[in-house]
């Protein structure tokens, strides 16, 4: 099994400085060290390979074969942005003819917007896709980074289907169903609207839609080659008792690509914000409702309070979680839609983000 290591920066390889944290430790030896010591699996699903071989950078002591790519330059993820996600897509297209797998290492502030992302960008990707970090860095003593960069190693050595995930605290998520819900706790992220496809134990759980080692197919719809991700103007705005609609327009001036509006509940807002909204439409803006419950599934219409929302041009986005919304939006801008159009792939499914009857 050839699996090979993304490292787009985050906490799992920062080291203490008079500044905070920062990039500094040796992360290709940490890994050397940690794969030397991991059990060579019995068994691995190997997908069909693309054209073009890659050498591989190491093979251990079991005659596995490993590869790291380390983007430049490193970023906490705070800073990670579309040129990054496309970054990442590139790496992993790079050696796609000689991996088996991939593992994503990323800083836990964005990861959740970045499996997202990729999860649209790799639907076409024959490997899986694992994207992890660590809540600690890896020279702390009680760090979680070797946990769950073995946790994402098992999950492939079990037969992780195709598609992009997010491995986190003993839990093996939907890479685009996945959000993050705290800053400390070693399990931090959260799949609110869909299930866990892993737990990891002795044996593993897999869920019954889920089966591990099982020819997998990514749902929805499949986006042939698509271009690269760029940098689009999508804004998130989150209403709040009393939010006025001057203020809204201002927030809405020039007009941007498209916005993500965080509404009460399943998508209801005051009404004296629906002639904002369809002015907005009018520009060709694409708004797009969501809600700001951790769990909620946005439903316009089903209250009086959202259906001006409806008739004036939005659309709601389902039981997405706000990740996989901004980075759905991101992605299809990229892809030259606009306006109405890009609203209306919006409730598309396009790689399981997405409950559709």
Request: charged share 15%; proline share 7%.
């Amino acid at each position: 099994m050839h699996v090979h290591f993304t490292y787009a920066g985050g906490t799992i390889g920062m080291v203490d400085s008079p500044h905070g944290l920062q990039p500094g430790a040796d992360l290709e030896a940490w890994l050397a060290d940690l794969l030397a010591a991991f059990p060579a699996p019995k068994h691995m699903p190997v997908p069909p390979r693309s054209a073009g071989r890659i050498a591989p950078d190491r093979t251990d002591a079991q005659g596995r074969n490993t590869s790291l790519t380390t983007l430049h330059p490193l970023l906490d993820s705070a800073q990670a942005a579309p040129q990054t996600w496309q970054s990442i897509v590139n790496d992993l297209y790079a050696h796609a003819g000689v991996a088996d797998a991939f593992v994503v290492l990323h800083g836990t502030d964005t990861m959740a917007y970045t499996a997202s992302a990729l999860s649209y960008a790799l639907t076409e990707l024959k490997q899986p896709v694992i994207v992890t970090g660590s809540q600690l860095p890896l020279g702390v003593s009680d760090s979680d980074a070797v946990a769950n960069v073995v946790g994402a190693l098992q999950a492939l050595t079990q037969g992780a289907p195709r598609g992009v995930h997010l491995f986190f605290g003993g839990r093996l998520l939907a890479g685009n169903r996945a959000t993050k819900i705290s800053t400390w706790s070693l399990t931090g992220f959260d799949s609110p609207s869909a299930a866990p496809l892993a737990l990891a134990g002795a044996p593993w759980h897999w869920t019954a839609s889920t089966a591990a080692g099982a020819a997998a197919t990514v749902p929805g719809v499949v986006w042939k080659e698509p271009a690269p991700f760029g940098r689009h103007d999508v804004i998130v705005v989150d209403a709040v008792p009393g939010l006025s609609a001057a203020r809204l327009a201002q927030l809405l001036t020039p007009p941007p690509v498209a916005v993500v509006l965080r509404a009460f509940g399943v998508g209801n807002l005051p009404p004296e914000l629906t002639a904002v909204i369809a002015q907005a439409v009018a520009e060709g803006v694409a708004v797009v409702v969501s809600s700001q419950c951790l769990q909620g599934e946005v439903e316009l219409g089903r209250y009086a309070a959202g259906d001006g929302l409806a008739a004036a041009g939005a659309v709601g986005s389902g039981d997405m979680t706000l990740e996989a919304t901004y980075a759905k939006l991101q992605f299809l801008a990229s892809q030259g839609l606009r306006g109405a159009e890009l609203g209306a792939w919006m409730g598309r499914n396009l790689a399981g983000e997405l409950t559709v009857e």
